[in-house]
Protein backbone atom coordinates (compact mmCIF):
# COMPACT_ATOMS: atom_id res chain seq x y z
CA UNK A 1 0.00 0.00 0.00
CA UNK A 2 1.25 3.54 -0.90
CA UNK A 3 0.35 6.52 1.43
CA UNK A 4 0.04 10.35 0.03
CA UNK A 5 3.30 11.90 -0.03
CA UNK A 6 5.83 9.20 -0.86
CA UNK A 7 4.94 6.42 2.27
CA UNK A 8 4.76 3.31 1.93
CA UNK A 9 3.73 0.16 3.79
CA UNK A 10 4.39 -3.76 3.58
CA UNK A 11 1.44 -6.12 5.58
CA UNK A 12 1.43 -9.54 6.93
CA UNK A 13 3.04 -12.08 4.82
CA UNK A 14 5.62 -9.85 2.45
CA UNK A 15 6.63 -7.69 5.90
CA UNK A 16 7.48 -11.17 7.55
CA UNK A 17 9.30 -12.06 4.75
CA UNK A 18 10.51 -9.03 3.99
CA UNK A 19 11.91 -9.14 7.90
CA UNK A 20 13.66 -12.94 7.83
CA UNK A 21 15.17 -11.93 4.08
CA UNK A 22 17.10 -8.83 5.61
CA UNK A 23 18.28 -10.62 8.53
CA UNK A 24 19.37 -13.87 6.90
CA UNK A 25 21.11 -11.69 4.30
CA UNK A 26 22.95 -9.74 7.55
CA UNK A 27 24.08 -13.53 8.98
CA UNK A 28 24.98 -14.94 5.33
CA UNK A 29 27.49 -12.02 5.01
CA UNK A 30 29.20 -12.34 8.17
CA UNK A 31 29.54 -16.07 8.43
CA UNK A 32 32.04 -16.70 6.87
CA UNK A 33 34.21 -14.69 9.17
CA UNK A 34 33.49 -17.07 12.54
CA UNK A 35 35.98 -19.47 13.51
CA UNK A 36 39.52 -19.60 14.00
CA UNK A 37 39.41 -20.53 9.93
CA UNK A 38 36.89 -17.70 9.06
CA UNK A 39 37.82 -15.60 6.45
CA UNK A 40 38.34 -11.48 6.51
CA UNK A 41 36.66 -8.61 4.74
CA UNK A 42 38.06 -5.81 2.88
CA UNK A 43 35.95 -2.63 3.60
CA UNK A 44 36.50 0.29 1.28
CA UNK A 45 35.10 3.67 2.25
CA UNK A 46 35.10 6.72 -0.16
CA UNK A 47 34.22 10.24 1.49
CA UNK A 48 34.85 13.10 -0.58
CA UNK A 49 38.42 12.89 -2.39
CA UNK A 50 39.83 10.46 0.07
CA UNK A 51 39.00 6.65 0.58
CA UNK A 52 40.25 4.36 3.45
CA UNK A 53 40.80 0.73 3.59
CA UNK A 54 39.73 -1.82 6.27
CA UNK A 55 41.01 -4.86 6.48
CA UNK A 56 38.62 -7.10 9.77
CA UNK A 57 36.75 -9.90 10.60
CA UNK A 58 35.60 -8.37 13.55
CA UNK A 59 31.40 -8.90 13.18
CA UNK A 60 30.98 -5.50 14.75
CA UNK A 61 33.28 -3.67 12.28
CA UNK A 62 31.92 -4.83 9.29
CA UNK A 63 28.02 -3.86 10.14
CA UNK A 64 28.45 -0.46 11.07
CA UNK A 65 30.21 -0.12 8.08
CA UNK A 66 27.64 -1.27 5.75
CA UNK A 67 24.91 0.99 5.11
CA UNK A 68 21.42 -1.07 4.84
CA UNK A 69 17.65 -0.12 4.52
CA UNK A 70 16.56 -3.33 5.89
CA UNK A 71 14.76 -2.46 9.06
CA UNK A 72 15.69 -6.53 10.47
CA UNK A 73 19.13 -6.12 9.39
CA UNK A 74 19.39 -2.66 11.28
CA UNK A 75 18.19 -4.61 14.51
CA UNK A 76 20.59 -7.50 14.23
CA UNK A 77 23.53 -4.71 13.26
CA UNK A 78 22.19 -3.12 16.85
CA UNK A 79 22.39 -6.48 18.67
CA UNK A 80 26.14 -6.66 17.36
CA UNK A 81 26.85 -3.53 18.83
CA UNK A 82 25.45 -4.08 22.65
CA UNK A 83 27.10 -7.19 22.00
CA UNK A 84 30.62 -5.64 21.48
CA UNK A 85 29.85 -3.00 24.69
CA UNK A 86 28.52 -5.77 26.47
CA UNK A 87 31.05 -8.09 26.63
CA UNK A 88 33.63 -7.07 23.81
CA UNK A 89 33.19 -10.34 21.47
CA UNK A 90 30.77 -12.78 20.21
CA UNK A 91 29.38 -10.21 17.72
CA UNK A 92 29.48 -12.46 14.77
CA UNK A 93 28.08 -15.06 16.67
CA UNK A 94 25.58 -13.66 17.75
CA UNK A 95 24.65 -12.27 14.35
CA UNK A 96 24.91 -15.54 13.30
CA UNK A 97 22.66 -17.13 15.43
CA UNK A 98 19.99 -14.78 15.32
CA UNK A 99 20.08 -15.45 11.39
CA UNK A 100 19.41 -19.15 11.98
CA UNK A 101 16.39 -19.19 14.48
CA UNK A 102 14.92 -16.82 11.61
CA UNK A 103 15.98 -19.09 8.99
CA UNK A 104 14.43 -22.10 11.00
CA UNK A 105 11.65 -19.39 11.71
CA UNK A 106 10.86 -19.32 7.91
CA UNK A 107 10.34 -22.91 7.36
CA UNK A 108 8.02 -23.29 10.04
CA UNK A 109 5.52 -20.42 9.33
CA UNK A 110 5.59 -22.04 5.74
CA UNK A 111 4.13 -25.26 7.39
CA UNK A 112 1.22 -22.64 8.51
CA UNK A 113 2.75 -22.15 12.17
CA UNK A 114 1.62 -19.18 14.06
CA UNK A 115 4.79 -17.11 14.97
CA UNK A 116 3.59 -16.90 18.33
CA UNK A 117 4.01 -20.30 18.93
CA UNK A 118 7.43 -20.20 17.14
CA UNK A 119 8.39 -17.40 20.12
CA UNK A 120 6.74 -19.35 22.90
CA UNK A 121 8.98 -22.24 21.74
CA UNK A 122 12.10 -20.10 21.31
CA UNK A 123 11.40 -18.60 24.55
CA UNK A 124 10.79 -22.33 26.24
CA UNK A 125 13.90 -23.49 24.17
CA UNK A 126 16.56 -20.78 25.24
CA UNK A 127 15.77 -21.45 29.03
CA UNK A 128 16.34 -25.03 28.46
CA UNK A 129 20.30 -24.18 26.62
CA UNK A 130 21.20 -21.66 29.35
CA UNK A 131 20.26 -23.94 31.90
CA UNK A 132 22.25 -26.71 30.86
CA UNK A 133 25.15 -23.89 30.15
CA UNK A 134 25.16 -23.27 33.61
CA UNK A 135 25.45 -26.03 34.66
CA UNK A 136 28.18 -27.19 32.03
CA UNK A 137 30.14 -23.54 33.65
CA UNK A 138 33.02 -23.98 35.76
CA UNK A 139 34.29 -21.20 38.43
CA UNK A 140 38.07 -21.44 39.31
CA UNK A 141 38.14 -17.97 41.04
CA UNK A 142 39.09 -19.36 44.34
CA UNK A 143 42.44 -20.86 43.08
CA UNK A 144 44.55 -18.19 41.41
CA UNK A 145 47.13 -20.04 39.54
CA UNK A 146 43.84 -22.41 37.94
CA UNK A 147 41.99 -18.94 37.10
CA UNK A 148 44.87 -17.51 35.67
CA UNK A 149 45.25 -20.36 33.38
CA UNK A 150 41.96 -19.83 32.33
CA UNK A 151 41.88 -16.32 31.61
CA UNK A 152 45.36 -17.17 29.41
CA UNK A 153 43.17 -20.31 27.77
CA UNK A 154 39.84 -17.60 27.30
CA UNK A 155 42.73 -15.26 25.70
CA UNK A 156 44.04 -17.91 23.13
CA UNK A 157 40.37 -18.88 22.20
CA UNK A 158 39.35 -15.29 21.33
CA UNK A 159 42.29 -14.57 19.61
CA UNK A 160 42.48 -17.74 17.70
CA UNK A 161 40.15 -16.33 15.34
CA UNK A 162 41.71 -12.70 15.44
CA UNK A 163 44.83 -11.83 12.55
CA UNK A 164 47.08 -12.49 15.73
CA UNK A 165 46.47 -16.35 16.18
CA UNK A 166 49.84 -17.29 14.87
CA UNK A 167 51.05 -15.59 18.09
CA UNK A 168 48.11 -16.41 20.31
CA UNK A 169 50.67 -17.08 23.11
CA UNK A 170 52.69 -14.37 22.65
CA UNK A 171 49.37 -11.89 22.83
CA UNK A 172 47.83 -13.78 25.64
CA UNK A 173 50.40 -13.48 27.96
CA UNK A 174 49.95 -9.56 27.11
CA UNK A 175 46.85 -9.21 27.84
CA UNK A 176 45.99 -10.91 30.86
CA UNK A 177 49.33 -9.29 32.39
CA UNK A 178 47.69 -6.10 31.25
CA UNK A 179 43.76 -6.71 32.21
CA UNK A 180 45.50 -7.97 35.94
CA UNK A 181 47.42 -4.60 36.12
CA UNK A 182 43.53 -3.24 36.63
CA UNK A 183 43.36 -4.62 39.86
CA UNK A 184 39.79 -5.48 38.99
CA UNK A 185 38.50 -2.67 37.21
CA UNK A 186 36.97 -2.92 33.96
CA UNK A 187 37.24 0.64 32.69
CA UNK A 188 39.98 -0.02 30.00
CA UNK A 189 41.31 3.36 29.82
CA UNK A 190 43.77 2.66 31.78
CA UNK A 191 45.49 0.32 29.36
CA UNK A 192 47.01 2.76 26.34
CA UNK A 193 47.94 0.95 22.83
CA UNK A 194 50.01 3.05 21.21
CA UNK A 195 50.11 2.01 17.32
CA UNK A 196 53.78 2.11 15.67
CA UNK A 197 54.38 1.12 11.77
CA UNK A 198 57.59 -0.76 11.51
CA UNK A 199 58.72 -4.38 12.75
CA UNK A 200 56.77 -7.50 13.03
CA UNK A 201 53.68 -8.23 15.50
CA UNK A 202 55.97 -9.98 17.69
CA UNK A 203 58.27 -6.78 18.58
CA UNK A 204 55.02 -5.29 20.39
CA UNK A 205 55.35 -5.13 23.81
CA UNK A 206 53.44 -4.59 27.26
CA UNK A 207 55.37 -1.79 29.11
CA UNK A 208 53.57 -2.74 32.61
CA UNK A 209 56.47 -1.06 34.76
CA UNK A 210 55.78 2.82 33.51
CA UNK A 211 54.01 4.86 31.16
CA UNK A 212 54.22 6.11 27.56
CA UNK A 213 53.08 9.12 26.18
CA UNK A 214 53.22 9.70 22.63
CA UNK A 215 54.97 13.26 22.79
CA UNK A 216 58.13 14.75 23.06
CA UNK A 217 59.54 17.28 25.31
CA UNK A 218 60.17 21.00 24.21
CA UNK A 219 63.15 22.57 22.53
CA UNK A 220 66.05 23.37 24.58
CA UNK A 221 64.97 21.27 28.01
CA UNK A 222 65.95 18.47 29.97
CA UNK A 223 65.08 15.10 28.63
CA UNK A 224 65.88 12.70 31.64
CA UNK A 225 64.60 13.90 35.03
CA UNK A 226 64.64 11.93 38.13
CA UNK A 227 62.44 12.44 41.22
CA UNK A 228 59.64 14.01 39.27
CA UNK A 229 57.05 16.18 40.30
CA UNK A 230 54.55 16.08 38.05
CA UNK A 231 51.87 19.11 37.12
CA UNK A 232 48.88 18.06 34.67
CA UNK A 233 47.26 20.90 33.45
CA UNK A 234 44.52 21.56 30.63
CA UNK A 235 44.87 25.81 30.78
CA UNK A 236 45.42 27.94 27.62
CA UNK A 237 48.92 29.09 27.29
CA UNK A 238 48.52 31.93 24.76
CA UNK A 239 46.91 34.38 26.56
CA UNK A 240 49.99 37.19 24.95
CA UNK A 241 47.31 37.05 22.17
CA UNK A 242 44.14 38.96 21.27
CA UNK A 243 41.44 36.26 21.40
CA UNK A 244 38.09 37.67 20.38
CA UNK A 245 37.39 37.21 17.21
CA UNK A 246 37.15 40.16 14.82
CA UNK A 247 38.92 42.40 17.35
CA UNK A 248 40.73 45.22 16.39
CA UNK A 249 43.01 47.57 18.51
CA UNK A 250 44.24 50.52 17.01
CA UNK A 251 47.16 52.86 19.02
CA UNK A 252 48.93 56.24 17.77
CA UNK A 253 52.34 54.80 17.62
CA UNK A 254 54.51 51.66 17.58
CA UNK A 255 55.52 52.54 21.19
CA UNK A 256 52.01 52.00 22.17
CA UNK A 257 52.41 48.52 20.23
CA UNK A 258 54.89 47.77 22.31
CA UNK A 259 53.50 48.60 25.94
CA UNK A 260 50.34 46.29 25.04
CA UNK A 261 52.86 43.51 24.21
CA UNK A 262 54.79 43.95 27.10
CA UNK A 263 51.58 43.72 29.03
CA UNK A 264 50.11 40.71 27.62
CA UNK A 265 53.66 39.04 27.97
CA UNK A 266 53.79 40.33 31.90
CA UNK A 267 50.54 38.83 32.20
CA UNK A 268 52.05 35.55 30.39
CA UNK A 269 54.88 35.24 32.87
CA UNK A 270 52.81 35.97 36.28
CA UNK A 271 51.36 33.19 35.23
CA UNK A 272 54.06 31.39 34.57
CA UNK A 273 55.07 32.13 38.33
CA UNK A 274 52.70 30.71 39.49
CA UNK A 275 52.88 27.11 38.15
CA UNK A 276 56.14 27.22 38.83
CA UNK A 277 55.52 28.12 42.67
CA UNK A 278 53.24 24.44 42.63
CA UNK A 279 57.49 23.31 43.23
CA UNK A 280 57.13 20.99 40.19
CA UNK A 281 59.51 19.91 37.68
CA UNK A 282 57.22 19.00 35.15
CA UNK A 283 54.57 20.83 33.63
CA UNK A 284 52.26 18.64 31.10
CA UNK A 285 49.01 20.62 29.49
CA UNK A 286 46.57 19.58 27.40
CA UNK A 287 46.64 22.52 25.15
CA UNK A 288 49.31 24.25 23.26
CA UNK A 289 52.41 25.80 25.15
CA UNK A 290 53.92 28.67 23.14
CA UNK A 291 57.63 30.04 22.67
CA UNK A 292 57.15 32.26 25.21
CA UNK A 293 56.38 30.30 28.32
CA UNK A 294 58.05 27.37 26.95
CA UNK A 295 61.37 29.62 27.15
CA UNK A 296 60.37 30.83 30.78
CA UNK A 297 60.09 27.17 31.94
CA UNK A 298 63.21 25.67 30.39
CA UNK A 299 64.84 29.14 32.13
CA UNK A 300 63.60 27.55 35.53
CA UNK A 301 64.29 24.16 34.65
CA UNK A 302 61.27 22.88 34.04
CA UNK A 303 60.23 20.62 31.45
CA UNK A 304 57.39 21.47 29.55
CA UNK A 305 55.39 18.92 26.94
CA UNK A 306 52.05 20.25 25.37
CA UNK A 307 48.92 19.18 23.64
CA UNK A 308 49.05 16.23 25.18
CA UNK A 309 45.46 14.40 23.91
CA UNK A 310 43.34 14.18 26.86
CA UNK A 311 42.97 10.59 26.98
CA UNK A 312 46.86 10.44 27.64
CA UNK A 313 46.52 13.42 30.35
CA UNK A 314 43.45 11.50 32.04
CA UNK A 315 45.54 7.94 32.10
CA UNK A 316 48.36 9.95 33.38
CA UNK A 317 47.02 11.57 36.06
CA UNK A 318 45.43 7.64 37.01
CA UNK A 319 49.19 6.32 36.79
CA UNK A 320 51.18 9.26 38.39
CA UNK A 321 48.27 10.02 41.25
CA UNK A 322 47.90 13.70 40.38
CA UNK A 323 45.09 16.29 39.41
CA UNK A 324 44.88 17.28 36.23
CA UNK A 325 43.81 21.31 37.09
CA UNK A 326 42.78 24.58 35.05
CA UNK A 327 43.61 27.36 37.56
CA UNK A 328 46.92 27.85 39.61
CA UNK A 329 45.84 30.22 42.47
CA UNK A 330 46.12 27.34 45.38
CA UNK A 331 49.06 25.55 45.07
CA UNK A 332 48.54 23.98 48.73
CA UNK A 333 45.64 22.24 47.04
CA UNK A 334 47.02 20.18 43.97
CA UNK A 335 48.08 17.35 44.51
CA UNK A 336 50.81 16.25 42.30
CA UNK A 337 52.00 13.36 40.32
CA UNK A 338 55.25 11.45 41.42
CA UNK A 339 57.11 9.28 39.32
CA UNK A 340 60.72 8.20 39.95
CA UNK A 341 62.21 8.56 36.41
CA UNK A 342 61.29 10.27 32.63
CA UNK A 343 63.13 9.90 29.53
CA UNK A 344 62.59 9.92 26.14
CA UNK A 345 62.92 6.36 24.27
CA UNK A 346 62.26 5.76 20.69
CA UNK A 347 60.03 3.33 19.06
CA UNK A 348 60.66 3.01 15.67
CA UNK A 349 61.31 6.35 14.24
CA UNK A 350 59.50 7.99 16.74
CA UNK A 351 60.52 9.51 20.11
CA UNK A 352 57.90 8.85 23.02
CA UNK A 353 58.57 9.80 26.63
CA UNK A 354 58.33 7.20 29.36
CA UNK A 355 57.69 7.29 32.90
CA UNK A 356 59.20 5.26 35.47
CA UNK A 357 58.45 4.27 38.74
CA UNK A 358 55.03 5.79 39.12
CA UNK A 359 53.17 5.79 42.38
CA UNK A 360 49.64 5.37 40.82
CA UNK A 361 50.29 1.97 38.78
CA UNK A 362 46.30 1.88 37.72
CA UNK A 363 47.77 1.94 33.92
CA UNK A 364 50.24 0.69 31.05
CA UNK A 365 50.99 0.78 27.57
CA UNK A 366 50.62 -1.93 25.05
CA UNK A 367 53.17 -0.88 22.11
CA UNK A 368 51.86 -2.20 18.62
CA UNK A 369 54.38 -2.95 15.76
CA UNK A 370 53.37 -4.14 12.46
CA UNK A 371 54.31 -3.74 8.88
CA UNK A 372 51.32 -1.95 7.60
CA UNK A 373 48.42 0.71 8.95
CA UNK A 374 45.46 -1.92 8.15
CA UNK A 375 47.43 -4.34 10.41
CA UNK A 376 47.85 -2.67 13.19
CA UNK A 377 44.46 -1.56 13.45
CA UNK A 378 42.64 -5.03 12.94
CA UNK A 379 46.21 -5.70 15.34
CA UNK A 380 44.45 -3.09 17.93
CA UNK A 381 40.39 -4.22 17.38
CA UNK A 382 41.73 -7.83 18.24
CA UNK A 383 43.65 -6.84 21.41
CA UNK A 384 40.70 -4.54 22.62
CA UNK A 385 38.21 -7.79 22.34
CA UNK A 386 40.32 -9.87 24.04
CA UNK A 387 40.82 -7.29 27.04
CA UNK A 388 37.16 -6.58 26.96
CA UNK A 389 36.22 -10.31 27.57
CA UNK A 390 39.27 -10.46 30.35
CA UNK A 391 38.03 -7.36 32.48
CA UNK A 392 34.24 -8.52 32.15
CA UNK A 393 35.63 -12.28 33.80
CA UNK A 394 37.97 -11.08 36.22
CA UNK A 395 35.49 -8.06 37.27
CA UNK A 396 31.63 -9.72 37.16
CA UNK A 397 31.24 -12.69 35.99
CA UNK A 398 34.32 -15.65 36.64
CA UNK A 399 32.83 -18.86 35.42
CA UNK A 400 34.48 -20.43 32.03
CA UNK A 401 32.66 -22.75 29.28
CA UNK A 402 34.04 -25.01 26.83
CA UNK A 403 34.78 -23.91 23.27
CA UNK A 404 35.20 -25.49 19.88
CA UNK A 405 30.92 -26.29 19.28
CA UNK A 406 31.32 -28.23 22.70
CA UNK A 407 28.58 -25.77 24.49
CA UNK A 408 26.31 -25.65 21.44
CA UNK A 409 25.95 -29.10 21.32
CA UNK A 410 25.44 -28.75 24.65
CA UNK A 411 22.73 -26.71 24.85
CA UNK A 412 21.10 -28.42 21.85
CA UNK A 413 20.89 -31.66 23.13
CA UNK A 414 18.91 -30.06 26.25
CA UNK A 415 16.87 -28.40 24.22
CA UNK A 416 16.03 -31.05 22.28
CA UNK A 417 15.16 -33.11 25.95
CA UNK A 418 12.64 -30.07 26.24
CA UNK A 419 11.08 -30.53 22.77
CA UNK A 420 10.22 -34.27 23.80
CA UNK A 421 8.47 -33.29 26.48
CA UNK A 422 6.62 -30.64 24.92
CA UNK A 423 3.41 -31.43 23.03
CA UNK A 424 1.92 -30.20 20.14
CA UNK A 425 3.45 -27.25 17.79
CA UNK A 426 5.87 -25.76 20.24
CA UNK A 427 7.85 -28.74 20.03
CA UNK A 428 8.09 -28.15 16.47
CA UNK A 429 9.89 -24.60 17.36
CA UNK A 430 12.05 -26.15 20.41
CA UNK A 431 13.65 -28.68 17.96
CA UNK A 432 14.48 -25.61 15.20
CA UNK A 433 16.18 -24.08 17.96
CA UNK A 434 18.22 -27.10 18.49
CA UNK A 435 18.95 -26.94 15.29
CA UNK A 436 20.10 -23.21 15.04
CA UNK A 437 22.55 -24.05 17.76
CA UNK A 438 24.18 -27.02 16.19
CA UNK A 439 24.11 -23.97 13.30
CA UNK A 440 27.47 -22.77 14.76
CA UNK A 441 29.81 -25.54 14.81
CA UNK A 442 28.78 -26.48 11.88
CA UNK A 443 29.83 -23.01 10.09
CA UNK A 444 32.65 -23.18 11.74
CA UNK A 445 33.57 -26.73 10.36
CA UNK A 446 32.52 -25.41 7.16
CA UNK A 447 34.82 -22.15 7.25
CA UNK A 448 37.96 -24.48 7.98
CA UNK A 449 37.06 -26.62 5.23
CA UNK A 450 36.47 -29.82 7.07
CA UNK A 451 33.40 -32.13 6.47
CA UNK A 452 30.59 -30.08 8.97
CA UNK A 453 27.98 -32.79 8.61
CA UNK A 454 29.94 -35.66 9.82
CA UNK A 455 32.04 -33.73 12.40
CA UNK A 456 28.92 -31.88 14.03
CA UNK A 457 27.22 -35.62 13.84
CA UNK A 458 30.35 -37.14 15.94
CA UNK A 459 30.65 -34.10 18.46
CA UNK A 460 26.74 -34.67 19.18
CA UNK A 461 27.08 -39.06 19.36
CA UNK A 462 30.34 -38.32 22.10
CA UNK A 463 27.88 -35.99 23.75
CA UNK A 464 25.32 -38.74 24.27
CA UNK A 465 27.38 -41.27 25.38
CA UNK A 466 28.43 -38.42 28.07
CA UNK A 467 31.59 -37.24 26.88
CA UNK A 468 30.79 -34.01 27.96
CA UNK A 469 33.99 -32.38 26.95
CA UNK A 470 33.97 -33.10 22.96
CA UNK A 471 34.39 -30.75 20.09
CA UNK A 472 35.41 -29.50 17.27
CA UNK A 473 39.61 -29.15 17.14
CA UNK A 474 40.28 -27.31 14.26
CA UNK A 475 43.95 -27.88 13.77
CA UNK A 476 42.94 -31.54 12.77
CA UNK A 477 39.58 -31.30 11.54
CA UNK A 478 38.65 -34.10 14.43
CA UNK A 479 36.38 -34.14 17.42
CA UNK A 480 38.56 -33.24 20.88
CA UNK A 481 38.38 -32.87 24.36
CA UNK A 482 38.60 -29.06 24.54
CA UNK A 483 39.70 -29.46 28.44
CA UNK A 484 42.64 -30.84 27.02
CA UNK A 485 43.00 -28.54 24.47
CA UNK A 486 42.66 -25.27 26.70
CA UNK A 487 39.35 -24.00 24.21
CA UNK A 488 37.46 -21.97 26.63
CA UNK A 489 35.18 -19.43 26.82
CA UNK A 490 33.43 -17.13 29.10
CA UNK A 491 30.29 -17.93 30.41
CA UNK A 492 29.10 -14.72 30.08
CA UNK A 493 29.95 -14.16 26.65
CA UNK A 494 28.22 -17.13 25.69
CA UNK A 495 24.99 -16.67 27.75
CA UNK A 496 24.60 -13.07 26.19
CA UNK A 497 25.26 -14.65 22.55
CA UNK A 498 22.06 -16.70 23.32
CA UNK A 499 19.94 -14.43 25.17
CA UNK A 500 20.28 -11.07 22.40
CA UNK A 501 20.13 -13.71 19.23
CA UNK A 502 16.77 -15.10 20.76
CA UNK A 503 15.19 -12.26 21.84
CA UNK A 504 16.41 -10.23 18.36
CA UNK A 505 14.49 -13.20 16.69
CA UNK A 506 11.56 -12.99 18.55
CA UNK A 507 11.60 -8.93 17.91
CA UNK A 508 11.62 -9.53 14.13
CA UNK A 509 8.82 -12.67 14.43
CA UNK A 510 6.64 -10.73 16.06
CA UNK A 511 6.13 -7.87 12.87
CA UNK A 512 3.02 -8.23 10.55
CA UNK A 513 3.39 -4.77 9.06
CA UNK A 514 6.24 -3.13 8.02
CA UNK A 515 5.54 1.25 7.50
CA UNK A 516 8.26 3.16 5.82
CA UNK A 517 7.69 6.85 5.83
CA UNK A 518 7.85 9.47 3.49
CA UNK A 519 11.19 11.71 4.09
CA UNK A 520 10.03 15.19 4.76
CA UNK A 521 9.84 17.73 2.10
CA UNK A 522 11.86 20.47 1.71
CA UNK A 523 9.80 23.36 1.31
CA UNK A 524 10.93 25.64 -1.38
CA UNK A 525 11.79 29.68 -0.65
CA UNK A 526 9.46 31.74 -2.36
CA UNK A 527 11.00 34.73 -4.27
CA UNK A 528 10.44 38.02 -2.83
CA UNK A 529 7.96 39.94 -4.60
Same mark, same amino acid.
Given at each position: ?????????????????? *?????????? @????T?????????? +??????????????? /?????K *???L???????L?????? +????? %???????????????R?????? &???? &?? +?V????????????????????I? &?????????? $???????????S??? /?????????????A????????? @????????K?????T??F???? %???????? %???????????????????M??????????????????????????? #?????? #?? +???? *?????????????????????? $??G????? &???????????????????????T?D??? !????????E????????????????????T?? @??????? !?????????H???????Q????? #????L?? /????? @?????? $???????? %? #???????????????????????G????A?????????????????????? =???? /???????????????? =???? *??????E???R?? $????C?P? =?????????
Open positions: MNFLGGGHEEKGELARMS *SFIGAMAIAD @LVKTLGPKGMDKII +QTNSGQSSSVLVTND /GATIL *SVDDNPAAKIVNISKV +QDDEV %GDGTTSVCVLAGELLQAEKLV &HQKI &HP +QIIDGYHQASLAALEALEKSAD &HSKDDKAFRE $DLMNIARTTLSKIL /GNHKDFFADMCVRVLHLKGSTN @LEGIQIIKSGGLLDSLDDS %GFLLDKSF %GVGQPTVITNAKVLIANTPDTDKVKIFGARVRVDGMDKLSEIESAE #KEKMKR #KV +QKII *SHKCNVFINRQLIYNFPEQLFA $DAVAAIE &HADFDGIERLAKVLGGDIVSTFDPLVK !LGECDRIETIIGEDKLIRFSGCKGGAACIV @LRGASDQ !LLGEAERSIDVLCVLSTIATE #KRTVGG /GCSEI @LMSLAV $DEAAKKTS %G #KKSLAIEAYGLALRALPTIIADNGYDSDLVARIRAEHVKGNKVAGLNML =QGTV /GDMRKLGITESYKLKS =QVVK *SATEAAMILVD $DIIRAR =QREEAHPHA
